[in-house]
T-cell receptor
Framework: EDQVTQSPEALRLQEGESSSLNCSYTVSGLRGLFWYRQDPGKGPEFLFTLYSAGEEKEKERLKATLTKKESFLHITAPKPEDSATYLC???WGFGNEKLTFGTGTRLTIIP | GAGVSQSPSNKVTEKGKDVELRCDPISGHTALYWYRQSLGQGLEFLIYFQGNSAPDKSGLPSDRFSAERTGGSVSTLTIQRTQQEDSAVYLC???????????FGPGTRLTVT
């Protein structure tokens, strides 16, 4: 089973202060990496899928990048509504159907 | 369209009782997954259904846990003789057959007293 480690565990930023979240993984073969956002009391909300090293995807103030060993979620000029726990996951299993999740980074944006 | 729905949203039960948790996947999604999220822990895979194939039960933590999926749609996760360590949020997700991006429901928070 693949291992997924996220850092930092928690991050507090001032509104407008850009930063990056890290997701490192050990895989026997890169089959994709997923980013999710989870608000308190809710299920994870799908954000991005990255399939190959060098790939980048953007959505509003978020940009996800992927290398052979890790992925970054860059947050540019964040707003308080970006506060959430951000989870990354890698697929495993015969058909890549199961996900192994990291424990997440709890992001707080202070107005 | 409607997302994944789960019921109940909260369940408090006494140790030793059986509980049933329900999941309604997104219409047309053939794959359905159950995960468990304990405080401070990552999401833990429990079981996976794909169409009419036999489910992948490799993540179930003990034989007290079982799940079924009727008509390729609604799924029920049953926990027998609940223990305090079963307290967690149980999340259901679904995906279509050709992509494996999973879409999650809001979860059921189970508390065993």
């Amino acid at each position: 089973e693949d291992q997924v480690t996220q850092s930092p565990e928690a991050l507090r930023l001032q509104e407008g202060e850009s930063s990056s979240l890290n997701c490192s993984y050990t895989v026997s073969g890169l089959r994709g990496l997923f980013w999710y956002r989870q608000d308190p009391g809710k299920g994870p909300e799908f954000l991005f899928t990255l399939y190959s090293a060098g790939e980048e995807k953007e959505k509003e103030r978020l940009k996800a990048t992927l290398t052979k060993k890790e992925s970054f979620l860059h947050i540019t000029a964040p707003k308080p509504e970006d506060s959430a726990t951000y989870l990354c996951a890698v697929p495993w299993g015969f058909g890549n159907e199961k996900l192994t999740f990291g424990t997440g980074t709890r992001l707080t944006i202070i107005p | 369209g409607a997302g994944v729905s789960q019921s109940p949203s909260n369940k408090v039960t006494e140790k030793g009782k059986d509980v049933e948790l329900r999941c309604d996947p997104i219409s047309g999604h053939t794959a359905l997954y159950w995960y468990r999220q304990s405080l401070g822990q990552g999401l833990e895979f429990l079981i996976y259904f794909q169409g009419n194939s036999a489910p992948d039960k490799s993540g179930l933590p003990s034989d007290r846990f079982s799940a079924e999926r009727t008509g390729g749609s609604v799924s029920t996760l049953t926990i027998q003789r609940t223990q305090q360590e079963d307290s967690a949020v149980y999340l259901c997700a679904s995906s279509s057959w050709d992509i494996y991006e999973q879409y999650f429901g809001p979860g059921t928070r189970l508390t065993v007293t």
